[in-house]
């Protein structure tokens, strides 16, 4: 029982209830120290819980980010294909004017023949009645003039 040992035991033990006080709660005198720990505890789980919110607002957001393109590639689709269809029917408008013009131009067409056909019908048919009219007339003639000749011969 030297003293010597018996105070490095002391001080073996001090040191390990130091050790003990600074880790644990045993003491009252680091009861702060140990509130402040349980505080950041605390706060760790304020700031847990805030990156959890955050990363489901950005989990939320994501999906919202990733549809904006694909919004918008609807919204492009969707007017290309509008705009296609205008062009088509556009096209088809000018078709169907053309086909009505060109229906319209060949209807004059056939009517100014038919009116050309019927004006030389008439000539043709008004010069062959003056021709027979005329040719009529020269066989009466004829006619006349060998009888009269017959009858001046047989005179």
Not at 3 to 24: A, G, I, L, V
Not at 88 to 112: F, N, P, V
Not at 114 to 129: F, I, Q, V
């Amino acid at each position: 029982m030297n003293p010597t040992t018996t105070s490095t035991q002391t001080t073996s033990t001090n040191t390990t209830t130091r050790n003990n006080d600074h880790n644990d709660n045993d003491d009252g005198d680091n009861d702060k120290h140990d509130h402040d720990d349980n505080s950041d505890d605390g706060d760790d789980e304020d700031s847990d819980k805030r990156q959890q919110q955050q990363q489901t607002q950005q989990q939320r957001r994501r999906p919202q980010q990733q549809q904006q393109p694909q919004r918008r590639q609807r919204q492009r689709q969707r007017q290309q294909q509008q705009q296609r269809q205008q062009r088509q029917q556009r096209q088809q408008q000018q078709q169907q004017q053309q086909k009505q013009q060109q229906q319209q131009q060949q209807q004059q067409e056939q009517e100014r023949r038919r009116n050309g056909n019927n004006d030389n019908n008439n000539n043709n048919s008004n010069n062959n009645s003056n021709n027979n009219n005329h040719n009529n007339n020269n066989n009466n003639s004829n006619t006349h003039c060998t009888l009269a000749f017959l009858s001046i011969r047989e005179d």
